[in-house]
């Protein structure tokens, strides 16, 4: 788990440094300038592959909600037998009675309360699954059954890689709120703060409670999603009301993901200056709510594995593939810009601009003189660590000197600073790549190996 929550925050510090040193906030923005058109479309597909995954495996876990809630939630004869064995029935009344109207709204804004709900849905979870293992004494772990100190490694770790991987991302979340920040280095180092904040705080911690408390609880039955789990044996009603709310929050993030998915889908279809028109949005909401729901009904207890599957495609493309591509592009931008304003003095007029990086050549000057928000591209992308006013940690442990970034020459120790600067730009995103890219694959295949058993079981 921390080995994705490293590799999720080393890339969200590239989009943001990507961001501070073009003045692009978005991803096909930046990919368009890293790659051309082309580097663009592929993101958005990629994007829509990923937030479309997203919406299959929500409905899935949503049929596997309400199965739970009217199975664990109400007496056998308070509804029909097809309900106690099926979730597929209450999911798609959910679908057209809240979930579409929602998603046909034109504008988002007041869904930002949902954040909150969110949050006191999933402190609820916590604290009832802590407080039961306490109560009950840890009973997997004192017959042990499970080994907390202990690694298993099977063919299962690297599925378990790219649903983590589903769970961490935040990057198609993070660039939008970048306009929002403040400008320069501040805004910067406060956004990388918060992202390391969001993922080794707040997600370790809810991921890490859940999982390691549950198994404590449940031990070898823990379900691979534990809401399937009776957290709340013999209180029927206090399980009802708890998955009812967990309803309610599956549906508000829905048409959250609902609408960044519309919105990439149309701007691939007409572009970003076709006039809204009520029905295209009726046609594109629709359209997209029947394809998930589709896949949903085919697999309705299979949550995990299409997160696992959208995890080892499109959240290996636009988590880790595609932010290295870009961080790349700009540290060659970078050394471009440096050997160009070496030849110029202070206060000679810049050549014309390239058409590849017109916002970046407009600060070279600034660029040289390491006094603008680039600067922070020579930072380091992980770790907690401090430096002078607050840099991001140095992956090496060496600190910087006065609050500046390391540039090369801002940092002392010669040939071992200058190796220790080429592995955080160079050898860091290889191992991104390396490790996101292979357990990728391996968990894509046991993905795809477990759909086609479950296939075959109900052939």
Known sequence: ?????????????????????????????????????????????????????????????LSDVARVMIQQGLDPGDAPALLQRDGRPVMVLTVLVVLLPLCLQRHIRQFEKAATVGVVVVVALCVIIVERAVALGFPAVASGELDVLALRIDSHLPEAFAVLGFAFYMQPMLMPLLKEMPQGPVGTRLTERAVHITLFGVACGVYGTVGIFGASIFGASTESNIMVNDLLPG?????????????????????????????????????????????????????IL?????????????????????????????????????????????????????????GSPAPPPDQHSVA????????????????????????????????????????????????????????????CLAFERYAVPAGILAVGVGFSMAGLYVGVMDILAYLNEGS
């Open 360 to 419: 970046a050549w407009a600060a070279a000057p600034a660029v040289a003189h390491g006094t603008d928000g680039s600067a922070a591209l020579h930072e380091r992308l992980l770790g907690p660590e401090a430096c002078g006013d607050g840099p991001i940690a140095a992956v090496s442990g060496r600190r910087c000197r006065d609050g500046k970034a390391a540039l090369g020459e801002g940092c002392r120790g010669g040939c071992w600073g200058s190796v």
């Open 1 to 61: 788990m921390l080995m994705v929550a490293a590799a999720n925050d080393a890339t969200c510090c590239m989009m943001v440094r990507a961001a501070a040193h073009t003045g692009l906030t978005t991803y096909e923005q930046l990919s368009e300038w890293a790659g051309g058109r082309r580097a663009k479309v592929f993101t958005q597909v990629s994007l829509i592959l990923l937030l479309y995954g997203t919406l299959c495996g929500g409905l899935a876990f």
């Open 290 to 346: 029947a394809c998930a729901t589709t896949v949903a009904l085919l697999f309705p207890t299979q949550a995990e594995k299409i997160f696992a599957l959208t995890g080892c495609t499109a959240v290996c493309l636009v988590c880790y593939v595609i932010p290295v591509y870009i961080h790349l592009a700009v540290q060659r931008d970078v050394q471009r810009l440096k050997r160009l304003a070496s030849g110029w003095g202070e």
């Open 235 to 287: 209180h029927r009603t206090a399980t009802f009301a708890l998955y009812a709310s967990l309803l309610v929050y599956l549906c508000c993030g829905m048409v959250t993901t609902h609408y960044a998915l519309r919105a990439s889908l149309d701007l691939l279809l007409v572009g970003p200056d076709a006039p809204f028109t009520w029905t295209r949005q009726a046609a594109e909401t629709c359209g």
